[in-house]
């Protein structure tokens, strides 16, 4: 079994339990994506564990100091949302004997979580796409205008396209959300994880028992359509039915079809031959992640052409909304621009007087580059001339810039002004690398002609 790796969550009893690779490569993602400043949508089954991961956003975020507020939209009456997120004035209505603050105003400065996102009322939806644009709101009854500075995180186990395409979510509102949309895998896609939970679970409420290992292979042959949180409630029952130190796999199956009678067959170990087909989708669905959706690099990597691709992408019933849930997030033109890479590399730097600098690059994007060893003396706006080569590349990027700030121990930020072609398309094709080996789905950028 796969080394565990633990990372405490901000609920000190429910520590993030990681043993597969496609989890260790989501939850780098969730860190990386922490660190920025825009809106998360975080989908996913039910039971994936959407919640903990908003606080692993917030852990790893600037705002980590200040206020972390969370709703379940879903768990309020309808008629109370409104005063629950925008708060209310005292005489609002009926029972509003004092005036009380809204979460968004409790959340100021920090992070508000938007569980169940996509259970919101049409009316409330269009109110909270003006809090996302930092306008000014009024309190339920009020009168005075409340402004708020709150980073958004939203949660939903449904599918937003869906919604937005039945009319039933707003599509401006979906945009402003998913500035970075992260996909939790479901436990089913991450058998190693199932051994490492069941595990940990067990240890949780029993320190004399412990699983066989064909009844780990038990659990591991069940879909778990309630994810982390059925796995959990099952490692409770079948704990407190135990009457040996070792769990056996009948234990396990037992409990499994007492669970869920519909999954008989599958609980009983058994599996079922997988026809031809199945087995041929399970391979494109594999060529697909390990390219990161990109259907060329998928057809080179199953040794057959693009066109012969798409039509057994057409075969199997394959979406784009299906190929999509298969990877842990994705970054459309927009979010690529936003996008920013660590790294460490030397560059050479020519000020307007034509002083010689060296500095070290810490990270890039593609519209900037975070830099330390910079002088105190250099003045923001100042004009620059940079160059630098990006790791295993041969072509040297030169670029004009402008200092941006300058913090007292020599760490500073550029943007760049002038990009010549050469050097765009270099930095472009190494941050798509960078994209691609984090696990993010990089969609194309639309045609020239089409951009406009």
């Not at 520590?15 to 490569?25: C, H, W």
């Not at 049409?122 to 009020?142: C, M, T």
């Not at 004399?208 to 659990?219: E, G, N, T, Y």
């Not at 409630?233 to 704990?239: E, K, M």
Request: glycine residues 8%; aromatic residues 6%; charged residues 25%.
């Amino acid at each position: 079994m796969s080394t565990v790796a633990t990372s405490t969550s901000p609920l000190p009893s429910t520590p993030f339990i990681v043993a597969s690779e496609v989890m260790r490569k989501f939850m780098t993602m969730v860190e990386r994506v922490g660190r920025h400043v825009g809106a998360v949508l975080i989908m996913g089954e039910t039971g994936t564990g959407k919640e903990r991961i908003c606080h692993t956003l917030h852990e790893h975020s600037l705002r980590c100091r200040k206020p972390f507020v969370e709703i379940n939209c879903a768990a309020l009456p309808e008629n109370l949302v409104e005063s629950e997120l925008f708060g209310y004035e005292r005489g609002a209505f009926s029972g509003a004997d004092a005036a009380k603050p809204g979460l968004f105003e409790l959340a100021h400065l920090g992070t508000i979580c938007l569980d169940e996102i996509g259970e919101l009322d049409p009316r409330i939806q269009a109110k909270l796409l003006r809090v996302l644009d930092r306008a000014p709101y009024y309190r339920l009854g009020g009168h005075r205008m409340i402004a708020t500075d709150v980073r958004v995180l939203a949660a939903t186990n449904r599918n937003l396209k869906e919604e937005v395409r039945a009319g039933r979510f707003r599509k401006d509102l979906y945009h402003r959300l998913g500035q970075f949309e992260l996909c939790v895998p479901p436990l089913r896609e991450r058998p190693e994880d199932i051994v490492a939970l069941a595990e940990h679970f067990l240890a949780l409420v029993s320190g004399d028992h412990k699983f066989s290992p064909d009844a780990l292979r038990a659990l591991q042959s069940y879909s778990w359509p309630g994810n982390v949180r059925e796995l959990q409630n099952l490692v409770n029952r079948i704990c407190l039915s135990a009457s040996d130190a070792e769990i056996q796999a009948s234990q396990v199956r037992r409990e499994l079809r007492n669970a869920d009678p519909d999954n008989l067959a599958q609980a009983s170990g058994i599996a079922p031959v997988k026809p031809l087909e199945t087995l041929e989708a399970q391979a494109i669905q594999r060529a697909l992640e390990k390219t990161g959706g990109h259907r060329g690099l998928a057809a080179a990597e199953l040794g057959i052409s693009r066109r012969t691709l798409s039509r057994k992408l057409q075969e199997c019933g394959f979406t784009s909304n299906r190929v999509g849930r298969a990877v842990l997030g994705m970054l459309d033109p927009e979010q690529q621009r936003l996008y920013r890479a660590s790294l460490r590399i030397p560059v050479s730097i020519q000020t307007q007087d034509r002083q010689e600098l060296s500095c070290t690059a810490l990270n890039l994007s593609a519209s900037g580059m975070g830099l330390e060893g910079l002088p105190s003396a250099l003045g923001r706006n100042c004009g620059l001339q940079l160059r630098f080569l990006l790791p295993g590349s041969e072509t040297p990027v030169e670029t004009a810039a402008r200092l941006a700030w300058v913090g007292a121990r020599g760490s500073g930020g550029i943007t760049f002004t002038e990009v010549g072609p050469i050097a765009r398309q270099e930095m472009k094709r190494w941050l798509r690398e960078k994209m691609v080996q984090e696990g993010w789905t990089v969609q194309p950028e639309p045609p020239a002609e089409l951009a406009d």
